[in-house]
C-alpha cells in the first residue's frame, strides 16, 4: 500500500486507517471474447456480454447477441464479476459497469468489454461509481481510440478499508441502489399508466 488514509464520516466501531490499493494488487482484469458474425445464432448459443447489456448500472437483456463458439473457461462470468465498457465509439461509455449477480453467471463477454475479478468486488463496484474513477478513466483514455486496457484498470488506485468495514459499507449502498432502483421502475410504471 501506498498510503493510509480514512473518511470523516464512518460506521461506528471502525478506526483503522484505509490503506491505498491499485485494483490489480487485490484482482485481475479480463478482456472478453473475440466473435465474427459467423458465430452469432439466434437460438441455442450462449449470451455475448456487450456495452448496451449495462444500463443505470445493472445488467439490461433488451439486446442480446448469442454466439456458437468454443469459449475459454476464464471467460465465462462468475458471481460478482465486474463487468466494464472498455473500448467503444462514445468516450462517455468507457467504464460503465455493473456487477453480475448469480443467476447471469456462466455467460460470456464481448472484445470491447472487460470483467474484473476479486473477493472484494462488491466493495470495488461501488468504487466503480465514484468521481474518483470516473477521473481515472477520463485521464486514460487513449488518444486515438476510445478505450481503458487491462494494465489501465489495473493500476487506478483506491483507499479500502478492513473487509468487514467493506461489507457494512456494500451492504449499506446496495440497499440504497435497491430503493433506487424501485423508484425508477414505479416512476415508469407511472409513465406507462399516464400515456
Same mark, same amino acid.
Given at each position: 500500500?501506498? +498510503? ?19 485494483? @490489480? ?17 439466434? !437460438?441455442? @448459443? ?7 447489456? $449495462? ?18 473457461? +476464464? ?6 464479476? $465486474?463487468?466494464?465498457?472498455? *473500448? ?5 461509455? $468507457? ?10 453467471? @456462466? ?9 474484473? *475479478? +476479486? ?5 470495488? =463496484? =461501488? ?20 478505450? $481503458? ?6 493500476? %487506478?488506485?483506491?483507499? %479500502?478499508?478492513? !473487509? &468487514? ?28 399508466? &399516464? +400515456?
Amino acid at each position: 500500500p501506498a +498510503s493510509t488514509s480514512a473518511p470523516a464520516l464512518r460506521f461506528p466501531g471502525f478506526t483503522e486507517p484505509w490503506e491505498k490499493f491499485a485494483l @490489480g494488487d487485490i484482482g485481475t482484469s479480463l478482456i472478453g471474447l473475440t466473435y465474427s458474425p459467423k458465430d452469432v445464432v439466434q !437460438e441455442n @448459443g450462449i449470451i455475448v456480454l456487450r456495452s448496451s447489456n $449495462i444500463k443505470d448500472g445493472a445488467l439490461d437483456f433488451n439486446d442480446v447477441v448469442r454466439v456458437s463458439k468454443k469459449i475459454r473457461p +476464464s471467460l465465462f462470468t462468475q458471481e460478482d464479476d $465486474i463487468l466494464i465498457c472498455s *473500448r467503444n465509439g462514445s468516450a462517455r461509455l $468507457i467504464g460503465k459497469n455493473a456487477i453480475i449477480p448469480k443467476s447471469f453467471s @456462466g455467460l460470456t463477454f464481448g472484445a470491447f468489454m472487460m470483467v474484473y *475479478r +476479486s473477493n472484494q468486488n462488491r466493495f470495488v =463496484h =461501488h468504487l466503480l461509481n465514484t468521481k474518483r474513477y470516473q477521473t481515472q478513466v477520463s485521464e486514460n483514455l487513449g488518444a486515438r481510440i476510445n478505450q $481503458i486496457t487491462s494494465s489501465d484498470l489495473n493500476s %487506478f488506485e483506491f483507499f %479500502f478499508p478492513c !473487509e &468487514k468495514e467493506q461489507n457494512k459499507i456494500a451492504n449499506f449502498i446496495d440497499i440504497i441502489d435497491e430503493r433506487i432502483a424501485t423508484q425508477r421502475r414505479l416512476i415508469e410504471d407511472l409513465e406507462k399508466l &399516464k +400515456s
